[in-house]
């Protein structure tokens, strides 16, 4: 079946770092690939979408490019702030119902 | 607007017990979804649904039920809790067919506990 799997966490950087967390996906058809993001006690938000391949989605300065041959979706920012702590979530739309299938989640910690 | 609204927040159960998980949305979204989050392990669908009176099954629907008698609410029956279910519950809707790839909005969960 559909599954999506992410880098190992946790990630600890420092403020102004270049950030990448791997995601890679398996999917049968030509799924729409997203990063959710979770603020602690809250839940997920959507950060950015790509609906076809070569795709980039891009949102408060993350971006993420829908790899079709290598069926990636890396998440990037060149400079990473304090308040871009959290729980980052890669995941893949299927099915009729468009429901969601996600990899396990990255927490991201940044220290000033 | 209040989007996706879950309640209880926070729940401790024995084994055994039952409850309800409630959650309302208010932007007339057609489909909605029960997610749980266990550490480490991302979110896994429990159930689904496409519109009022339609319910399906996801990828962990064992010892859970759901009913959709209206479009706002979609709750979620736990019967005779085990401490498997211990675990974040999540709700959330989209907009329906009519607008592919229109993104999920999530509740704010709840914890649930069960001893």
């Known amino acids: 079946g559909d599954s999506v799997t992410q880098m190992e966490g946790p990630v600890t950087l420092s403020e102004e770092a270049c950030l990448t967390i791997n995601c890679t996906y398996t999917a049968t058809g030509y799924p729409s690939l997203f990063w959710y993001v979770q603020y602690p006690g809250e839940g997920l938000q959507l950060l950015l979408k790509?609906?076809?391949?070569?795709d980039k989605g891009s949102n408060k300065g993350f971006e993420a490019t829908y790899r079709k041959e290598t069926t990636s979706f890396h998440l990037e920012k060149g400079s990473v702030q304090v308040s871009d702590s959290a729980v980052y979530f890669c995941?893949?739309?299927?099915?009729?119902?468009?429901?969601?299938?996600f990899g396990q989640g990255t927490r991201l910690t940044i220290n000033p | 607007n209040a989007g996706v609204t879950q309640t209880p927040k926070f729940r401790i159960l024995k084994i055994g017990q039952s409850m309800t998980l409630q959650c309302t949305q208010d932007?007339?979204?057609?489909?909605m979804y029960w997610y749980r989050q266990d550490p480490g392990m991302g979110l896994k669908l429990i159930y689904y649904s496409v519109g009022a009176g339609i319910t399906d099954k996801g990828e962990v629907p064992n010892g859970y039920n759901v009913s959709r008698s209206t479009t706002e609410d979609f709750p979620l029956r736990l019967e005779l809790a085990a401490p498997s279910q211990t675990s974040v519950y999540f709700c959330a809707s989209r907009e329906g067919q009519s607008s592919y790839n229109s993104p999920l909005h999530f509740g704010n969960g709840t914890r649930l506990t069960v001893t």
């Open positions: 995941a893949l739309s299927a099915g009729g119902a468009q429901k969601l299938v």
């Open positions: 790509a609906t076809k391949a070569d």
């Open positions: 932007m007339n979204h057609n489909y």
